[in-house]
């Protein structure tokens, strides 16, 4: 199930929209499964019992060949073939497997296990060049003169991946037919690593006309930058369904989790200088900010889905969160509601407002020596994330094929972090991430257009989506952009999408997606200059240096 504005009390902990994802159970007769190969990826599908009508199990897995694909496609349509290669080196896998025991038609056992990885690394440089010199009075005097051989290498990149685990043990028990529980016992783990390395070359020698060889000097400088960014979480809850009528559906229950986060970066630096008389050699390896910070979360709801009459149906709902850090305890109260009027059957208009409030807070900013996407906690310094978001949507439906929708929202947002100006882990970052951002406030508001057809031998669905996303921060000593109102790294103006599904028959479809969006916000470089070091040759066009700044 997917929220964007009409959240339910049972979720919470987020500003942004809610994706509530269940693995069904593996098919308790009889065993089957899928292949599906795509361009760009394949995935494969298992699935049957392990003891009939008792215990079954669905294995799943995916893995992606971008790069394999790509870079020979890049090899072909470049000038110089290797220059875009290292810009392809993309993929992914991932592997989800669930296990489901019946114990009768009461009780019911299920254990899931989900791990994926995804690769984007790049070596834009890498070279190794070789120029020779002769001594220029060579025809003056044509006597044999000695020989001045330069080398010079330069090899720089990138390399990035992050991972997911999410494991869960959930024990379903229904009583009576109108009550269930729902416990849940949860551990995930998210992993984001950023490195970025540079190495640099060079050796002169001179070759002498008796056929010896002299070294004038050998120097190799070597540096690299690694983020690393993580969360572990445990959490337990418990879920009550009880339906006491037609008119209501109850949800109550409650939630407690720990939450584990430790930004970190790691600085390199090395140099080696070598002449005929003389050796140095100098290394430096820093540890920045390696201390762990914890979250603890507990919260509790109670929501009810209200059957009015036949044209009204209405989701009320409340939910007290507590969130614990060391020195410093949060309280939330965040009221829900959403209405829906079906004033004729095809033809319903649905309103709703929810208050959230976020114990995690995102960082980005890919100027920095960290990663470009770091989560981080709330302190006794930096406080909750709080939002208020209302959105207003019209459903039409043309028979039971095909569905129109158009919804718009707004949203308001408190207490949001991003990065101070000019801030570096390599000047403050003993000191703490915390000083290195400032609090402001946000606004979004959008309007999506969506088009869907549901059944046939060809399905598919098309959306348009215009949003504005802005970002103001004026607090005292903690301003951004002199204090003005600026756009945020995620608004990107249009989003379309469409994707369209053909069934050739029970065992073919095919299927195809297109997707334009507007181009995330950065800043361009405006203004170059060179940084003046010998003998630093482009990596991919000998004869001009590589070693240019941008500002």
């Known amino acids: 199930m997917f929220y964007k504005g009409a959240f339910p009390a049972r979720y919470g902990g987020q500003l942004s929209s809610v994706v509530d994802i269940g693995i069904r159970e593996g098919d308790m007769q009889q065993y089957h499964g899928e292949i ?67 114990f009768n038609e009461k009780h019911k056992l299920s254990a899931f296990f989900y791990y994926g990885k995804d690769v984007n690394n790049q070596a834009p440089a890498g070279s190794g060049i070789k120029n020779s010199y002769v001594n220029q009075d060579y025809e003056v005097n044509p006597e044999p003169q000695d020989l001045n051989v330069q080398e010079s290498k330069l090899s720089s990149g990138t390399e990035n991946d992050w991972s997911n685990v999410a494991s869960t043990l959930y024990w379903s028990y229904r009583p009576t037919e109108r009550l269930a529980i729902h416990t849940n016992l949860n551990y995930s783990q998210y992993k984001y690593r950023l490195k970025q390395f540079n190495y640099r070359y060079s050796k002169k020698t001179v070759e002498k006309t008796d056929g010896t060889t002299e070294l004038k000097y050998l120097q190799e400088n070597s540096s690299s930058s690694e983020s690393l960014s993580g969360i572990q979480e445990f959490s337990a809850s418990t879920l009550f369904q009880y339906h006491s009528g037609e008119q209501h559906s109850w949800r109550w229950g409650g939630k407690l989790s720990q939450q584990y986060f430790n930004p970190r970066v790691r600085l390199h630096q090395s140099s080696f200088y070598q002449t005929q008389t003389s050796l ?33 149906k209405a989701n009320i709902g ?110 403050n970052g003993e000191k703490g991430w915390q000083n290195m951002v400032s609090l402001g406030e946000g606004e979004a508001y959008g309007v999506e257009l969506y088009a869907e057809k549901k059944s046939g031998r060809t399905t598919g669905w098309v959306s348009y989506t215009w949003s504005k996303s802005l970002r ?6 903690e301003e951004l952009n002199g204090g003005r109102t600026f756009y945020s790294g995620s608004d990107r103006r249009h989003n379309f999408s ?54």
Do not use: C
């Open 36 to 102: 599906n190969l795509g361009m760009l990826s394949s995935k494969i599908h298992l699935e049957g019992p392990i003891w009939k009508n008792r215990t079954s199990f669905n294995l799943a897995a995916r893995a992606s060949y971008f790069d394999w694909i790509v870079q020979p496609l890049l090899k072909e349509v470049s000038n110089k073939k290797s220059t875009m290669t290292p810009y392809a080196d993309l993929n992914y896998y991932d592997l989800t497997a669930k296990l489901t025991h019946r």
């Open 472 to 477: 103001l921060f004026n607090r005292p000593g």
């Open 318 to 427: 409340l939910r007290y969160a507590l969130f614990h850090v060391p020195h410093k305890t949060y309280h939330s109260l965040e009221p829900r509601l959403s209405l829906r009027w079906l004033f004729r059957k095809d033809m319903a208009l649905k309103i709703s407002y929810a208050h959230m409030a976020q114990g995690v807070h995102l960082l980005s900013n890919s100027n920095l020596v960290m990663p470009s996407d770091v989560w981080v906690s709330i302190t006794e310094q930096v406080p909750l994330m709080k939002s208020d978001q209302y959105a207003i949507g019209y459903n039409y439906e043309i028979g039971n094929n095909i569905e129109l929708s158009v919804e718009g929202y707004y949203k308001r947002m408190k207490n949001l972090l991003e990065y101070q100006e000019g801030s570096s882990y390599l000047s």
């Open 498 to 551: 469409a994707v369209v599904v053909h069934k050739l028959n029970k065992h073919w479809d095919v299927s195809a997606a297109w997707t334009y969006q507007s181009g995330k916000r950065g800043t361009l470089p405006i203004t170059t200059f060179m940084s003046g070091i010998e003998y630093d040759f482009d990596a991919y066009w000998e004869g001009s240096y590589n070693n240019v700044s941008s500002v």
């Open 280 to 312: 140095s050699e100098s290394r430096l390896d820093t540890l920045v900010n390696n201390s762990k910070d914890r979250l603890t979360t507990a919260a509790l709801f109670v929501e009810d889905n209200w059957i009015l009459n036949k044209h009204w």
